[in-house]
T-cell receptor
Framework: GQQLNQSPQSMFIQEGEDVSMNCTSSSIFNTWLWYKQDPGEGPVLLIALYKAGELTSNGRLTAQFGITRKDSFLNISASIPSDVGIYFCAGQDSNYQLIWGAGTKLII | GAGVSQSPRYKVAKRGQDVALRCDPISGHVSLFWYQQALGQGPEFLTYFQNEAQLDKSGLPSDRFFAERPEGSVSTLKIQRTQQEDSAVYLC??????????FGPGTRLTVT
């Protein structure tokens, strides 16, 4: 079945540093989504990407939909303490189901 | 409120008990999804509604799991004869666009 490989699994960074994480897939997706989940809460949608090559920003967050449609990355610039949490990528093909990565835990 | 709400937030059930988890989606959202999330994992799809129609229940782990959305708004996920392996966080999401799903805070179910 479809799988998403998300890396790194966790990151220890200093406040103010830039952060980068990525997801790769064995198959093509039509949509990539990036979510952040805080403890005891549901995932919150950060960025949605719909076109191959698309680069989208949301404040200090920037995400790109890979040209091959099999990968995506998320960058966070100038990290702050409230960036702590687990970041998930999720891909969607022609179906409505989301395929999720295992998450990247950000620790500052 | 403007977001997806779920109740209860926490539920402790003895093995064998039935439980019902409620989801109030964002008003006007046609699509509603239920997910199960184990500790340290991403959410796993359970079932999908478009209005009141349950279009996909392929992710429900057993026939002890049942979901309904009779009026196309509020949804209930029911688990009969709970087992310890049912312990997880149950997340509800709704969307106006299929691709942008907005999640509730989840219900943490613990089966003892």
């Amino acid at each position: 079945g479809q799988q998403l490989n998300q890396s790194p699994q966790s990151m220890f960074i200093q406040e103010g540093e830039d952060v980068s994480m990525n997801c790769t897939s064995s198959s093509i997706f039509n949509t990539w989504l990036w979510y952040k989940q805080d403890p005891g809460e549901g995932p919150v949608l950060l960025i949605a990407l719909y076109k191959a090559g698309e680069l989208t920003s949301n404040g200090r967050l920037t995400a790109q939909f890979g040209i091959t449609r099999k990968d995506s990355f998320l960058n966070i610039s100038a990290s702050i303490p409230s960036d702590v949490g687990i970041y998930f990528c999720a891909g969607q093909d022609s179906n409505y189901q989301l395929i999720w990565g295992a998450g990247t835990k950000l620790i500052i | 409120g403007a977001g997806v709400s779920q109740s209860p937030r926490y539920k402790v059930a003895k093995r064998g008990q039935d439980v019902a988890l409620r989801c109030d989606p964002i008003s006007g959202h046609v699509s509603l999804f239920w997910y199960q999330q184990a500790l340290g994992q991403g959410p796993e799809f359970l079932t999908y509604f478009q209005n009141e129609a349950q279009l996909d229940k392929s992710g429900l782990p057993s026939d002890r799991f049942f979901a309904e959305r009779p009026e196309g708004s509020v949804s209930t996920l029911k688990i009969q004869r709970t087992q310890q392996e049912d312990s997880a966080v149950y997340l509800c999401a709704s969307s106006a666009k299929i691709y942008e799903q907005y999640f509730g805070p989840g219900t943490r179910l613990t089966v003892t």
